[in-house]
């Protein structure tokens, strides 16, 4: 559907907001390659984006969003610190829902500074929010970094706490992985396995390309994984606490504090959380109202690892978010080969938030 | 007249026309054996349309049929919300084949969908590429894996012979319709223990009623009583 000129002067209008506040008015190609990018989005997005082959370039896709193409051109340009905006089209197939538009502006801002996170944080979540001033929308935030802290916390494994922080994203599994990691009990099958003198007696034949090498490798690790002891309960109840939490953002504050008595080890997110409430705050936000969810983000894009927000419509439920953003200094930490760079970003979509005046 | 599309061929079809026959609603085909043209006895108002099977979904959706035959499989993997367009009027009770993961025989350590979530993890970290999985349901198998949490795959298409992508390397693990298994096991493969993603059987589909005429509606009234649905 083509942009009303209302929404194209709605996007200018952010675009502008965003540039005189110092960014850098970029532009990316509607085109991308495929590869890089479904590689680090999954087989979700995949679904919902518009393939096409190119006889030269090879698989193409119709940008889904601009944060890969960003993270690409400031890794090419190693300004540091760099602010940057822009607006354009992004493209995702709807597959279950025809009311929703398969083609929308994005206005972004998106802030590379590792000098002082907190601040870019506030930064950026205080800039949407003046965008989208005068606006019926209510905030929700959350902070994937205090769930992985949470993890890497546990008294346990190194492969048990790599399986959970790879299921952040998927509720259902990270929960199934917690409850059988917080068992004695092995499953059946897997201790029939394990039991068996030759567990390749039965094997069929060697067929594919996952070799016999990787499968014993495997076994290996349910060897050792059958040997590690269950995660303790109390552990376990720490991180269903910390979901669980759902609350203004001076109270989750505070019962964080009380969960950093009995795991330490998510002292330092919480202090990062404590820091950017106060960084928001000096920058005019009403941290006393602010709502913050423990769970908040989970079921957003994967590369979103610390602070992450969302802006919805208060009386219109079934529109998606105005608004998201967040924290992605791993999505940076791999784009740039080694070379990281602190970054956190966000969008307004303009034609939702012209749908609230 | 309403519509009714029914498979053209083979099994399907010969089960599908025994199925209305024992219900005292007689198709069948008329003319030569080559033609696609059908004939209704017995039971007034409603026209035969021979189709392809895989065709029938998408005929129902758009309203150029109003009953149908397929397999709720099709139904499921064609019509995105299937649910809130077309109607179940009745499982037939033939035609059963599911839709599940299967993986090489040579696995020992995968059984469930736990152990494929792991293994696909460790397979992209040591070949530097999601694990592929072949098939030609991209919507039912993709909504599964997502609904039980597993990563590091990617689909890849395969409109045939699927079962022969893992001896090929085009795959690793495949996704695909079966009523015995017995392919399965010839090929090398073993199904996951909780890889059932749809039983699918023959099924008598109502499409969109949105543009249906009075008469249309009296027709199929009366044929659900006589096929005593």
Known sequence: MPTSAATREEARRLRNLFAAKGALVIKADVLQPAETLLDLYGEDIRARSYLTSDPLRGEMVLRPDFTVPVVQMHMESYADPARYTYSGKVFRKQEHDETRANEYVQVGYEVFDGQNPAAADAEVFAAIAEGLSGLPVRAATGDIGILMAAVRGLRTTDDRKAALLRHIWRPQRFRALLKRFGSAAVPPARAALLAADDPFANAGPDIGLRARTEVAARIAALRADAAAPPIATEEIALIDAILGLRETAPNVLSALRDIVVDMPAIADAVKRLEARLAALGSRGVEVETLEFEGSYGRTSLEYYDGFVFGFYATDRPELPPVATGGRYDALTARLGQGRAVPAVGGVIRPDLALELL | ?229
Not at chain 2, 12 to 38: C, H, I, N
Request: proline share 2%; charged share 25%; no cysteine.
């Open chain 2, 1 to 229: 007249m309403l519509k009714l599309g029914v498979p053209s061929k083979g099994r399907l079809m010969e089960k599908t026309f025994d199925w209305f026959g024992a219900r005292g609603v007689g198709l069948r085909k008329s003319g030569s054996d080559r033609e696609y043209a059908g004939a209704v006895e017995g039971f007034d108002g409603i026209e035969l349309v021979l189709l392809s099977a895989g065709e029938i979904p998408r005929e129902l959706a758009s309203g150029n049929i109003h009953l149908g035959v397929t397999g709720s499989d099709l139904v499921r993997e064609k019509i995105p919300n299937w649910d809130t367009r077309l109607t179940e009027l009745a499982p037939m009770g033939f035609g059963g084949a599911d839709l599940v993961i299967a993986v090489p025989q040579a696995w020992v350590d995968v059984a469930t969908l736990d152990d494929l979530d792991a293994a696909a993890a460790a397979f992209r970290k040591t070949h530097g590429f999601r694990m592929r999985i072949a098939t030609k349901y991209h919507r039912l198998v993709r909504e599964f894996l997502r609904e039980q949490g597993v990563a590091d795959y990617q689909l890849v298409d395969s409109q045939g012979a699927t079962e022969g992508t893992v001896k090929n390397e085009t795959a690793e693990a495949i996704a695909d319709i079966t009523s015995t298994g017995e392919t399965l096991r010839a090929n090398g493969l073993k199904i996951l223990d909780d890889g059932l993603i749809h039983a699918s059987q023959a099924t008598l589909f109502r499409g969109r009623r949105k543009d249906w005429t009075a008469e249309q509606r009296a027709t199929l009234k009366a044929l659900v009583e006589v096929l005593k649905l």
